[in-house]
């Protein structure tokens, strides 16, 4: 378990400790839990973000489907020339 110090508005510190006292309750180590589970999210937040910016990125390459073995639009649906 590591110790962080940090420095934060007096106002979300209020709001925070108040919002996590009422779902939590005020047993030993809520705040810790409360801010584990904020950061967990806020984590999981941000790799969902990476991933859905990757897959844009390979989306925006687009995609090659290899050539075309057909010469006109009938040749898709003309058994015969498939078969040539």
């Not at 110790?3 to 709001?15: K, Y």
């Not at 919002?19 to 999210?41: D, M, N, P």
Request: hydrophobic share 40%.
């Amino acid at each position: 378990m590591a110790v962080m110090t940090i420095s934060i508005d007096d106002d979300i510190e209020a709001r925070f400790r108040k919002v996590a006292k009422r779902v939590i309750g005020e047993k030993k180590g809520y705040l810790g839990q409360a801010v584990t589970e904020a950061l967990r999210l806020w984590l999981d937040q941000k790799d969902q973000e990476r991933v859905a910016g990757d897959a844009l990125m390979i989306i925006g390459e687009g995609h090659h489907f290899g050539e075309y073995h057909y010469k006109e639009r009938k040749d898709l649906y003309d058994r015969d020339a498939a078969s040539r």
